[in-house]
């Protein structure tokens, strides 16, 4: 990961209110460091994608300031546009167009000069795979291309900062997984990246730092390892074979934090490290007892969601995913 | 307007950009190409010659028998007296039918603009520093070339038909410029509106609907298909404001007559005058109401 330089993006008490009342986003605080990959997460209706507009200049701002890579996103719009890099939801590439002729588009739009246009397209088109396809309509690309060519508009410019909105949404998982590895050779290259995510391992495995936002405010907002800790760490959950009491010693243990026993059962949480285990496992075995079951749980993010907002991310998903079929399915078809 | 490192907002650059990639998706898709020629055809063969009025005039009447040069002769007082001096009534109607199509072009050109919101292209143009006037002009010309392209397809079909479009005499390119220039005009006007108005609308249902219930009126309170000598005064009153009666006029006047007589230039001049002063007041009408429809909401 790249080191960090200072804020790139600085929200202070944003809000934005859909006339009569619903207040999309309440007042939300945060920084973005330059060089990070920042998640966004919520459930659907939280204020990701509101935010994500107001910071990109598509939707206004009802009160707060924001600003990004300096410049503030009100009163300095144009500015803002020059510095960042949207990769919308939507597969917004034209149908009709080559691949490569999007990107020339795009690269026109953002004022990159002719002489560095088609070597920017092609560094890109190589970086996400697409050379082969480059000179073909985009209506014949797959579904992952069309995403990856998406991200490739988002960076014709070369941004200051990248803006995903649920970049890896109805893709499959290994379409996904490879997006995962072009966003971190981005972020290794630089790039602060802003993205919203209903993928909780995505959000785990990209981000240095999440926020969790729901009825737009943000609930949490830390490292994706410290969110876990939150929730009392990694459990351990042994079984021995006779019924003598173990607890006293376990609690000896300088990284044990809390020990319960039903019978021949021990639920042991270890907050920060997995290095206890082993003295645990000696200790036990030194007394002549044998561990008849053992297994080792750690927290993961979908846990701090529930806890969050109340809600399991997996229901998340599938409202998001069979949202976002029907907006593609409605605007191709009208096409 | 410098914009960033060095890079210069440049309206014109943003404005070829935007219009090559609508002209590009256009002439790629022969099914968006195609039917212009056939709507042309139709338009003029078959309504130019169903309703035909000289076509409906009685050789006999009240037991009064006309000989066919009579016939042939109230037929063509009722073009020279009626219908302007035209030779036939598609030498009369043409005008009228590419006024016609340029109105129903512009209307629903403005679908694409509402697909481009709806796949949110648009907003991946609006998060880029480019100028705001320059995705609307792009829409304005993109619908004005490709409703030209099929007026000057429509002119063509009605001279090439049997007994089609019979130019005036002495009709030449400067003519021929007046009379496109008369209907550019109006295309513009038009353009500019509904331009703004698919850049408003959120859904395509909206735009069908708005368009529908403006496009039918503006087309019959005019002279497009029939003069205005037998309206009723208050249609006649409406149909002398409507701007597709001037641009109609216009281009009719020229096609009839080819070289016009000072009068009839005056009358020219003013039509024209009008259709520039529309257009003026469209185009910056419209240019208002899209900037209000693409800032942040």
Redesign the interface.
Known sequence: MRRLMGSIIEADKLSKLYPPKTKAVDGVSFNVEEGEVFGFLGPNGAGKTTTIKMLTTLASITSGTAKVAGFDVKHESARVRESIGVVPQELTADDELKGVENLMLLGKLHHVPQSEMKEKARELLRLFDLEEASERRVRTYSGGMRRRLQMAMGLVHSPKILFMDEPTLGLDIQTRTKVWEYIKKLNVSGLSVFMTTHYLEEADSLCRRVAIIDHGVIKVLDTPARLKERLGGNVLILEVSNGVDLSEFLRTIPTVSDVSRDGHMYKIKLPKTEDAIPAIVDGITSRGLKITQISFLKPTLDEVFLEVTGRTMREEEGEAQESWVQNVNIGRSSS | ML???G????LL??LS??TR?AL??WI??PAAVLPGFFTALFYIALFGNSFNPTGIVPSNINGFQLTSSELEEVKTAILSQTFGGAATYISYLTAGIICLILVFNMAFGGIDLV?DR????L????????SRASIYFSGVIQNMVKAMALGFITFAVAILLPNGLMLGKGFGVVDFVGAFGALALLAFALSCVFTALALSVKS?DSLVAIVNFATFPLVFTSTALFPAADFPSWLKAISNFNPITKACNAARLLMINGMLSSSQQISFGWDLAYLAAFAVAMGVVGYLAANKAL???
Do not use: E, M, Y
Not at chain 2, 7 to 10: G, I, L
Not at chain 2, 118 to 121: A, D, K, M, P, V
Not at chain 2, 123 to 130: R, V
């Open positions: 914009t960033s490192g890079r210069q907002a440049d650059g943003d950009a935007l990639r590009l998706k790629r898709n697909l709806q796949l949110g292209f907003n991946t143009i609006l998060a880029a520093p480019i395509i800032a942040p909401r």
